[in-house]
């Protein structure tokens, strides 16, 4: 009985169901087939929106953590032409206002410090170029606050885009060794470079879906299409106070004796690591273009001259390591020689001439280092160069460094047989020359010199760079020697009281070198060089100071940047008053 | 079509026919037209209660979404200003204006150093006091550690609330070595404004 109606009920909702699935199937086709693509067009871009993560690039920092380059995100202001065309109305104080393009250009030309022409001819530009351009750029790079300021102006044609910068909190403090980066993110020099595959950040994707209205984003619909990764943090060995400081005195005094350039250095004795590395003139990162572009890097690095007679310690050095020689061995150290290969040269002064060693590197004897140093043949004397680091890159490896050039022993010339010995006839970087003497500094044992720490990933992983190897250059007996004999040259060459600090010993040396003038002979202005390590008892400091082309033109001009530098060291790192210990040599015999 | 066969093709929701299998009579007739009418309910109600809830959790889910747009926005610009001003603290605190404005302030960098040993109250080194000539950041000397993020930067000025130190002649006591006379010249140390 019941039968029969259960079939149709059953007919009639099952019918009903078709015809439901077919209108669904028919709109379904009418939306994805026939009309797809009008669909998809009006889709694409009003719903779905892909958002660049920045992978942000890693900081660059000194021993302490003192931040030297960091990254900050900047803005580049675009404009929609077309849109700019037409004035808008804004609500001021309940009030509706009309503002017209020309209006629009002045009020964005006051924060972007731009001459509202400068805005008003970009757009113009753009429609000039096509009548429907919906792209032109007002300015770039504008800062955090200037952005707020533009964005609250509420012009809707005006767009925002971020543009990752960098910033360096220290100005030129290490500018030299950092580097600095394009307007477009481009390293371009120094660490920034060279280290660039520590700091650089890869920029990630983030697609989400988001309203038709006010483009918010859709909750759950965020997917990160492409992982980003911050980029390392890249430690340097360089004490930033200290730098600082070094920086400041090297430029007062270049700037004093209108000195072409200047670069002072200071090394651990200990360890081999760079605390402060100072060029003159120096870059500010923030400001390229404030400096030439011959001073934007570090020339103590890269730019190699011939020490002059800060080399004459290590030839010593030579000279008792082969047991030729020892402080008080006699040498006629007259004005001037003509040695039988026909080398003749002479000294700077006349000065007595019945000189010890000790005496040699006090007058600083151009003659008398030459009588002891030829003691030791071309071929010994070129080895402990090289064993000194001179001729090949320091292990630093800095972006452009140097190695300087020493010829190989058998193309030594009459004269560069001898000149080399008080150190002409071959050229060597200030870096290269601090190394030498933080060798004297450490009983003759060469550490590998470092200006990088460590880089220290996003995820905490810590990279030291590969160490170099250290050398045995001179017996531990032979550099201390030589480092008690540059104590009493501290004490005792003329000028002794332009460096001299109360309570505390030092071991230097001074030297004047003749330059290039450029047109392949020697200019008549030197490079001045006070190289030296305290305490003298047990170093612990190199510190070097190189001047080109000063008013005073004799290392005088060294001096106070030197004594201030070891003042400061003094102060920073607390070296306690010692004059124990100091051997007192004999000058003449 | 034999009954047997229509009942074993009946749908799945055909009710049994309790009338012809029962042998209890009306009572188990009764039950099923309620289980019936239960069923009917559950699945007329369910999806509605679903259809409901989704409309109340998608209401809920989309006014969210534009406050956690706003916070979002608002946490952005946060760390945005965070930032900007930890880069601000850094850019002060850097070495070039920290003596820039000691200076300013009447402060030199000490030209000679010494100790005193807390112990014994002895004085180890020589003690001098500094002369105004050991200033660093005088004049032009000021910017030869340039620093373009520092443009703008709050200058000291000593006419401001906090009275100027006086530098001549503060006495230090104690230890063994007679302080020097502050140079007279030292009181001209000039002031930025």
Same mark, same amino acid.
């Given at each position: 009985?019941?039968?029969?109606?259960?079939?149709?009920?059953?007919?009639?909702?099952?019918?009903?169901?078709?015809?439901?699935?077919?209108?669904?199937?028919?709109?379904?086709?009418?939306?994805?087939?026939?009309?797809?693509?009008?669909?998809?067009?009006?889709?694409?871009?009003?719903?779905?929106?892909?958002?660049?993560?920045?992978?942000?690039?890693?900081? +660059?920092?000194?021993? &302490?953590?003192?931040?030297? @380059?960091? !990254?900050?995100?900047? %803005?580049? =202001?675009? /404009?929609?032409? $077309?849109?700019?065309?037409?004035?808008?109305?804004?609500?001021?104080?309940?009030?509706?206002?009309?503002?017209?393009?020309?209006?629009?250009?002045?009020?964005?030309?006051?924060?972007?410090?731009?001459?509202?022409?400068?805005? +008003?001819?970009?757009? &113009?530009?753009?429609?000039? @170029?096509? !009548?429907?351009?919906? %792209?032109? =750029?007002? /300015?770039?790079? $504008?800062?955090?606050?200037?952005?707020?300021?533009?964005?609250?102006?509420?012009?809707?044609?005006?767009?925002?885009?971020?543009?990752?910068?960098?910033?360096?909190?220290?100005?030129?403090?290490?500018?030299?060794?950092?580097?600095?980066?394009?307007?477009?993110?481009?390293?371009? @020099?120094?660490?920034?470079?060279?280290?660039?595959?520590?700091?650089?950040? $890869?920029?990630?994707?983030?697609?989400?879906?988001?309203?038709?209205?006010?483009?918010?984003?859709?909750?759950?619909?965020?997917?990160?299409?492409?992982?980003?990764?911050?980029?390392?943090?890249?430690?340097?060995?360089?004490?930033?106070?200290?730098?600082?400081?070094?920086?400041?005195?090297?430029?007062?005094?270049?700037?004093?004796?209108?000195?072409?350039?200047?670069?002072?250095?200071?090394?651990?004795?200990?360890?081999?690591?760079?605390?402060?590395?100072?060029?003159?003139?120096?870059?500010?990162?923030?400001?390229?273009?404030?400096?030439?572009?011959?001073?934007?890097?570090?020339?103590?690095?890269?730019?190699?001259?011939?020490?002059?007679?800060?080399?004459?310690?290590?030839?010593?050095?030579?000279?008792?390591?082969?047991?030729?020689?020892?402080?008080?061995?006699?040498?006629?150290?007259?004005?001037?020689?003509?040695?039988?290969?026909?080398?003749?040269?002479?000294?700077?002064?006349?000065?007595?001439?019945?000189?010890?060693?000790?005496?040699?590197?006090?007058?600083?004897?151009?003659?008398?280092?030459?009588?002891?140093?030829?003691?030791?043949?071309?071929?010994?004397?070129?080895?402990?160069?090289?064993?000194?680091?001179?001729?090949?890159?320091?292990?630093?490896?800095?972006?452009?460094?140097?190695?300087?050039?020493?010829?190989?022993?058998?193309?030594?010339?009459?004269?560069?047989?001898?000149?080399?010995?008080?150190?002409?006839?071959?050229?060597?970087?200030?870096?290269?020359?601090?190394?030498?003497?933080?060798?004297?500094?450490?009983?003759?044992?060469?550490?590998?010199?470092?200006?990088?720490?460590?880089?220290?990933?996003?995820?905490?992983?810590?990279?030291?760079?590969?160490?170099?190897?250290?050398?045995?250059?001179?017996?531990?007996?032979?550099?201390?020697?030589?480092?008690?004999?540059?104590?009493?040259?501290?004490?005792?060459?003329?000028?002794?009281?332009?460096?001299?600090?109360?309570?505390?010993?030092?071991?230097?040396?001074?030297?004047?070198?003749?330059?290039?003038?450029?047109?392949?002979?020697?200019?008549?202005?030197?490079?001045?060089?006070?190289?030296?390590?305290?305490?003298?008892?047990?170093?612990?400091?190199?510190?070097?100071?190189?001047?080109?082309?000063?008013?005073?033109?004799?290392?005088?001009?060294?001096?106070?940047?030197?004594?201030?530098?070891?003042?400061?060291?003094?102060?920073?790192?607390?070296?306690?008053?010692?004059?124990?210990?100091?051997?007192?040599?004999?000058?003449?015999? | 079509?034999?009954?047997?066969?229509?009942?074993?093709?009946?749908?799945?929701?055909?009710?049994?026919?309790?009338?012809?299998?029962?042998?209890?009579?009306?009572?188990?007739?009764?039950?099923?037209?309620?289980?019936?009418?239960?069923?009917?309910?559950?699945?007329?109600?369910?999806?509605?209660?679903?259809?409901?809830?989704?409309?109340?959790?998608?209401?809920?889910?989309?006014?969210?979404?534009?406050?956690?747009?706003?916070?979002?926005?608002?946490?952005?610009?946060?760390?945005?200003?965070?930032?900007?001003?930890?880069?601000?603290?850094?850019?002060?605190?850097?070495?070039?204006?920290?003596?820039?404005?000691?200076?300013?302030?009447?402060?030199?960098?000490?030209?000679?150093?010494?100790?005193?040993?807390?112990?014994?109250?002895?004085?180890?080194?020589?003690?001098?006091?500094?002369?105004?000539?050991?200033?660093?950041?005088?004049?032009?000397?000021?910017?030869?550690?340039?620093?373009?993020?520092?443009?703008?930067?709050?200058?000291?000025?000593?006419?401001?609330?906090?009275?100027?130190?006086?530098?001549?002649?503060?006495?230090?006591?104690?230890?063994?070595?007679?302080?020097?006379?502050?140079?007279?010249?030292?009181?001209?140390?000039?002031?930025?404004?």
């Amino acid at each position: 009985m019941k039968q029969p109606s259960y079939t149709r009920r059953t007919r009639v909702v099952l019918a009903v169901a078709i015809a439901v699935g077919a209108l669904f199937v028919a709109r379904l086709a009418y939306i994805q087939i026939f009309h797809a693509s009008t669909y998809n067009n009006d889709s694409a871009g009003s719903m779905s929106s892909t958002t660049t993560l920045f992978g942000t690039r890693g900081s +660059i920092v000194d021993s &302490n953590g003192t931040v030297l @380059a960091e !990254a900050q995100m900047r %803005y580049n =202001v675009t /404009a929609s032409p $077309v849109q700019a065309e037409n004035s808008f109305t804004r609500t001021v104080n309940g009030q509706t206002v009309t503002v017209t393009p020309t209006q629009a250009a002045q009020e964005i030309a006051k924060y972007t410090k731009q001459d509202p022409n400068t805005v +008003i001819g970009a757009l &113009n530009d753009a429609l000039a @170029a096509n !009548a429907n351009s919906e %792209y032109a =750029v007002i /300015a770039k790079s $504008v800062d955090l606050s200037t952005y707020r300021a533009l964005n609250r102006l509420n012009i809707p044609w005006l767009y925002f885009e971020q543009a990752p910068s960098r910033i360096y909190p220290n100005g030129a403090v290490a500018g030299n060794l950092v580097g600095f980066m394009g307007e477009d993110g481009t390293p371009l @020099a120094g660490l920034e470079l060279q280290q660039n595959k520590c700091l650089a950040g $890869v920029n990630g994707e983030v697609v989400s879906d988001r309203s038709v209205n006010g483009g918010v984003v859709i909750p759950g619909s965020t997917v990160v299409t492409k992982p980003g990764k911050d980029g390392g943090t890249l430690k340097l060995t360089i004490d930033a106070d200290l730098q600082w400081y070094v920086q400041q005195v090297l430029a007062k005094q270049g700037r004093a004796q209108h000195s072409r350039w200047g670069i002072a250095v200071v090394e651990e004795v200990k360890t081999g690591r760079l605390l402060a590395v100072a060029d003159y003139p120096s870059v500010d990162p923030n400001n390229v273009n404030g400096t030439s572009a011959a001073y934007r890097g570090a020339n103590s690095f890269t730019s190699p001259y011939e020490p002059g007679s800060i080399m004459k310690p290590l030839t010593a050095a030579m000279a008792l390591d082969e047991g030729k020689a020892n402080p008080f061995s006699p040498v006629k150290a007259t004005y001037s020689v003509t040695y039988p290969n026909g080398a003749n040269f002479h000294d700077d002064e006349h000065h007595i001439s019945n000189l010890t060693l000790t005496g040699v590197l006090v007058e600083s004897s151009n003659v008398g280092i030459s009588k002891i140093g030829s003691r030791v043949s071309a071929r010994d004397r070129y080895n402990y160069m090289m064993k000194f680091g001179m001729g090949s890159k320091t292990a630093v490896n800095f972006l452009g460094e140097s190695g300087g050039i020493v010829y190989p022993w058998q193309n030594w010339d009459n004269q560069s047989y001898y000149t080399q010995m008080f150190g002409q006839g071959f050229t060597t970087t200030a870096i290269q020359m601090a190394s030498a003497y933080q060798t004297l500094g450490n009983g003759g044992l060469r550490l590998p010199v470092s200006l990088i720490d460590s880089c220290t990933s996003s995820d905490g992983t810590v990279t030291k760079p590969a160490a170099g190897t250290a050398v045995q250059t001179v017996k531990p007996a032979t550099a201390r020697t030589v480092v008690n004999m540059m104590n009493n040259v501290a004490n005792k060459a003329w000028y002794r009281k332009l460096i001299a600090i109360p309570g505390y010993e030092m071991a230097t040396k001074t030297g004047t070198a003749q330059q290039s003038n450029g047109h392949g002979g020697y200019s008549s202005k030197y490079v001045v060089s006070l190289e030296g390590l305290i305490p003298a008892q047990n170093p612990q400091y190199v510190i070097l100071v190189t001047f080109s082309n000063t008013d005073m033109n004799t290392t005088g001009a060294d001096a106070p940047v030197f004594k201030a530098i070891a003042n400061q060291l003094i102060k920073q790192y607390r070296i306690q008053p010692n004059r124990s210990n100091v051997v007192n040599y004999p000058l003449t015999y | 079509m034999s009954t047997a066969a229509q009942r074993t093709q009946a749908p799945w929701y055909a009710v049994p026919d309790v009338v012809r299998t029962s042998l209890r009579g009306i009572r188990g007739s009764l039950g099923a037209k309620r289980s019936r009418l239960a069923f009917v309910a559950v699945a007329v109600a369910g999806p509605l209660v679903i259809i409901l809830l989704q409309l109340v959790l998608s209401i809920f889910s989309s006014s969210n979404a534009f406050e956690i747009d706003t916070l979002q926005t608002a946490n952005k610009d946060l760390s945005r200003s965070y930032i900007a001003v930890n880069q601000r603290v850094s850019e002060l605190s850097s070495p070039s204006h920290l003596a820039r404005t000691a200076e300013a302030m009447g402060m030199v960098p000490s030209s000679t150093p010494a100790y005193l040993r807390l112990s014994d109250g002895n004085i180890t080194g020589h003690p001098t006091a500094a002369s105004s000539s050991s200033a660093l950041m005088r004049g032009a000397n000021a910017t030869l550690v340039p620093n373009a993020q520092l443009a703008g930067a709050p200058r000291v000025s000593l006419a401001g609330k906090i009275p100027a130190v006086s530098v001549a002649g503060a006495p230090i006591v104690g230890g063994s070595v007679a302080l020097p006379k502050q140079p007279s010249g030292s009181s001209s140390i000039s002031t930025t404004k």
